[in-house]
């Protein structure tokens, strides 16, 4: 069986989750602020929750219709062990080669750039490797540091969608941004 990857950057390691990252997962991902930046983390994040999404990772990576990685930081006091962080992903059309990129990061590791390193490592191999013929991303407006991941990993503004998703009962404006292989290998 062929796993997803195992990517590096300078302090970062992104992997394959494994059953025994769910109870960090459901910790971060479970914390209201942090699912309040996402269209589709639910809160409250009940047991069983976090091993059932990575449950599901294997079969949509063999698919060809995403890649779920978790985002750890590399360099931990204890050796040979990293840091759960966060999480990335890419949902992929396979027919028209065609990504999504989405992502979180635990409360604690905010405004440290990390998100920014993680979706830069992801979008390479997403073009470089998957081949990919574009990329796009969306986020809820009020999110700005989102939108700035985004800026700063190369994509443009395509377009705003006022009150287009309900949030915990509140309609929420979405924002997208996108860039094409061939600009971002130019």
Known sequence: M???PT???????LCPFSLEDAPEVQRFAGD??????TCAIPHPYEDGMAEEWISTHQQGF????????????KD?????????IGAIDIRIDPTDKIGELG????????NSGYCTEAAKVIVNYAFDVLELT???AFYLKRNSASGRVLQKIGMQFEESFPKA????????DLVKYSIQNEIYNS
């Open 134 to 136: 574009s990329i796009h």
């Open 165 to 172: 998703v309900e949030k915990w009962g509140v309609l929420e």
């Open 32 to 37: 209201r602020d942090v699912a309040s930046t």
């Open 7 to 13: 990517l590096h950057t300078e302090r970062l390691i």
């Open 76 to 84: 931990t006091p204890k050796l040979d062990s990293t840091i759960l």
């Open 103 to 110: 992502y979180w990061v635990g409360k604690p590791y905010w």
């Open 62 to 73: 063999d698919k060809g219709t995403g890649v779920n990685l978790a985002i750890t930081l």
């Open 2 to 4: 062929i796993t997803a």
